[in-house]
């Protein structure tokens, strides 16, 4: 019983960590104060370390490589794809009828369009710019499982060489990787500084997920803190920027900057776990991959709801570039819309596609049961 009540406490928790993570995403792609506000420890110091980290505490070694593939096709390279897809068609429609710069991302035939995708870091896609970290994600999560299968099998270890091996990766790549891409502008580099990172604060998840609530405590919460508000003061910590590679404070400072926002973060989702159940936080952790890929089409939507309300003209703002509409009156919607639309429009997925699936099993049945 005990056992069952720790697991659903962990299970808590780690949605909680995932909801708070996702609700930095929506502030970070907010323009100027909401990032402000957040002034000591602002998202781009953790926000994508973070998913990282939580993804880390939740894997599981051993599984065969066919299953692995079999779930990074379906969940991240098929869902990448459809969705850069189907927002790549929206984003040509709001372009044509609103006079939007949103670059057109389906430009060409398939190679073209694969190809530019890659070389732009899928930043050509305006609307769905963080695909980037599921393509990255994927990766990660193939190697781990790859990399703790030869270690279990070569050494009769799966853990901590693993983990040595990603940490030592991470910092190198951290140290050398950044200006070596600023240089060559070659995506590949910027794709394995990318994985590398990820895969060190993935590995630091799995270090840290037997003993999490353990390791969170109070006096962890006011150190990493405190340690934020000193760099940020100091003037040697700053937001950095994982897509793209660039560290400017850093291979310490940094990583520093990234780990104490990461203990901040789980120390408040293991408060809220520990002290309340919440349905609607819960459903927004669970749903984040959803909130991440469809939040910026959220923004766009507002923005064309706000313009036709005679606020702004949305064709001239977004003359240069599409950017969300700048306005501190409309920021809490923004926030709001960011986070719920998304997590509506999953729940309504879910249970057609469950309706869809029970339907064709019922029919199944039904034909089984008649045939002779």
Known sequence: MTNNIEKERFSLFVDYSK???????????????PMLTFNFITPYMYHMPLFFFIGGMLFRPGKK???VLKKVFTQYVLYTVVTYV???????????QFGLNLSNPLFGDISNIIKKA??????????FMVAWFLVAYAIVYVLTNIITTLTTRIF?????????????????????????????????????CQVLVGMMFYSLGYLLKDNTFKFLTIYGFIISFSIVVFLVK??????????WSKYPNGVMVSMTGAFCGIYCILYLAKLLACTEYNNLIRLIGSSSKSIMSWHMLTFLCLDIIISKMGYFDISKYNRAGYKSYNNPNFWLLY???????????????QLIRKIIMRTILSISNQRQQTSP
């Open 234 to 243: 100091l003037g040697v910590l700053s937001m950095f920027f994982m897509s």
């Open 156 to 192: 009769k270890e799966d853990k901590f060489i693993y983990i040595a091996i990603s940490i030592v990766l991470g910092l190198l790549a951290v140290a050398y990787l950044p200006q070596l891409y600023a240089s060559t502008k070659m995506q590949s580099l910027n794709l394995l």
């Open 118 to 127: 890659f070389l732009s870091n899928m930043h050509n896609n305006k609307l």
């Open 65 to 67: 490589l066919t299953h």
């Open 335 to 349: 926030i709001f819309a960011g986070l719920l639309v998304p997590l509506a429009f999953s729940q309504v997925y």
């Open 19 to 33: 909801a708070i993570g996702i609700l930095a995403v929506i502030l970070g792609h907010l323009p100027n104060v």
């Open 86 to 96: 189907i927002i790549g068609l929206i984003s040509n429609f709001a372009a044509s």
